[in-house]
Nanobody, 115 residues
Framework: QVQLVESGGGLVQPGGSLRLSCTAS????????MGWYRQAPGKERELVAH???????DYADSVKGRFTISRDNAKNTVYLQMNSLKPEDTAVYYC?????????WGKGTLVTVSS
């Protein structure tokens, strides 16, 4: 069973920064793509960013230029650096991976952007 544990969420003022981490219970060396998603209250879960094993990245338009996804295969961890946060970034943030055709999700970490 694959487990993903997110951390790093919290309350931050608009314009502030947070760094989220997601650590997997398995080696992510062979996991091609890992992603961060978010779900705001009353809204559907949406993609925030993906990162491939070769280092390619893909971002939602709403976070381009503000968020950076990275991964450390040696630590089985994927990160999401979030800068210039806005109130509309408030959501529960989830990481995921696909292994042998099965999608695994963490339980999420809450990010609240408010003054």
């Amino acid at each position: 069973q694959v487990q993903l544990v997110e951390s790093g969420g919290g309350l931050v003022q608009p314009g502030g920064s947070l760094r989220l981490s997601c650590t997997a219970s398995i080696s992510i060396f062979s996991i091609n793509v890992m992603g961060w998603y978010r779900q705001a209250p009353g809204k559907e879960r949406e993609l925030v960013a993906h990162i491939g094993n070769s280092g390619w990245t893909d971002y939602a338009d709403s976070v381009k230029g503000r968020f950076t996804i990275s991964r450390d295969n040696a630590k089985n961890t994927v990160y999401l650096q979030m800068n210039s946060l806005k109130p509309e970034d408030t959501a529960v943030y989830y990481c995921n991976l696909i292994r042998y055709g099965v999608v695994y999700w963490g339980k999420g970490t809450l990010v609240t952007v408010s003054s």
